[in-house]
């Protein structure tokens, strides 16, 4: 946290205190970000999102971005702007097995004809042919690569600047 004797220096001197520039980390929560160098005596400014003391809370779902500013305590100078991103995972659906299929007896191999699914005679002069039909698709849902420049944590994808 910066002196105020050093604030009050700077402002004379230079006539006007340009804030530090905020840095931001992921809390502890999904979608809660925190002003790392705080100063309760800077009005910070958000994009999106609330903001209590130096806590951003961006919410849980989709994907939302905010640009954080620190303004000096007369509120005339901004600092560089800082950015927070948090997005929701996506996921990708992939055929990963087939049911079973249903099987028939038939009495005689004959029965089968040239279909494919015949898939055993038992003795083609007149015994048992086995008949199966294939099964439906089973499909299984995995969660995409984390996009680039993004930490994977708190159960979200997210990134700060």
């Not at 502890?28 to 925190?34: A, N, R």
């Not at 038992?122 to 690569?145: E, H, Q, R, V």
């Amino acid at each position: 946290m910066p002196n105020l004797a050093t604030l009050v220096s700077a402002a004379a001197g230079a006539g006007r205190f340009v804030p530090d520039k905020p840095e931001l980390d992921h809390d502890t929560t999904s979608g809660q970000f925190i002003i790392t160098n705080y100063d309760s005596r800077l009005t910070y400014v958000i994009s999106s999102g609330t903001r209590s003391n130096d806590i951003i809370t961006l919410g849980t779902s989709g994907t939302v971005s905010c640009d954080v500013l620190a303004y000096s305590p007369k509120g005339v100078v901004g600092s560089s702007t800082a950015n927070c991103e948090r997005r929701s995972y996506t996921y990708y659906t992939y055929q990963c097995g087939t049911t079973p299929g249903n099987c028939s007896y038939l009495p005689n191999c004959a029965d089968c004809g040239n279909c494919s699914g015949c898939t055993s005679c038992a003795n083609p002069s007149g015994g048992l042919c086995i008949f199966c039909t294939g099964g439906d698709p089973i499909y299984c849902t995995a969660k995409n690569a984390t996009p680039a420049g993004f930490t994977d944590s708190y159960n979200e994808w997210w990134k700060v600047s």
